[in-house]
């Protein structure tokens, strides 16, 4: 009798062990909210080899847009030679299919600003795409790399 009490107790337990933990409801974020923008490389002078202007260096501010709207416009560098540029941009996007930009420029005046580079994106091209998404699929960074020599990451936070 004594043996069979005992393995009751151990098929209770194998049958109470193979219930899994049901799998985490999937997140599925709705917005993203831009943390930083770094520019790491960015094209020193024009296409043409010559500088970005005639007598010093490029006057460099950074922009994001979703085609209509200026989302973000950093502060400018005036005459800047730096390597890399890092702004804080604190902005949300709700609309993951709407083509956004980020451009650099070298601020003129009179005449208009010149673009140095930039690179279009949707974000819904960093979504994951697996059936069951988790918060870690999601990229917290994004990055940008053209074939001008413009490399652009943005840190970002996703939230349902
Ligand atoms: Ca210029
Ligand atoms: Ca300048």
């Not at 917005?31 to 520019?39: D, G, K, P, V």
């Not at 993951?96 to 949707?122: C, I, N, R």
């Not at 998404?133 to 970002?156: A, I, M």
């Amino acid at each position: 009798m004594k043996k069979l009490m005992f393995l009751m107790v151990v098929v209770l337990m194998a049958t109470s062990c193979k219930d899994d933990p049901d799998p985490l409801p999937p997140f599925i974020a709705r917005t993203i909210f831009i943390t930083s923008a770094e520019i790491t490389e960015w094209p020193k002078v024009q296409p043409d080899g010559t500088g970005w202007d005639l007598t010093s260096a490029p006057d460099v501010t950074l922009s994001m847009d979703d085609g209509t709207t200026i989302l973000f416009q950093s502060s400018v560098s005036d005459n800047s030679t730096q390597a890399t540029f890092n702004y804080p941009v604190a902005k949300t996007i709700t609309d993951f299919t709407k083509q956004h930009a980020v451009g650099l420029w070298d601020e003129d005046s009179p005449d208009d600003d010149d673009l140095m580079a930039f690179y279009t994106f949707t974000i819904k091209s960093y979504v994951p795409t697996n059936s069951n998404p988790q918060r870690t699929d999601y990229p917290s960074v994004l990055e940008f790399n053209t074939k001008v020599g413009f490399k652009v990451k943005l840190n970002v936070i996703w939230q349902e």
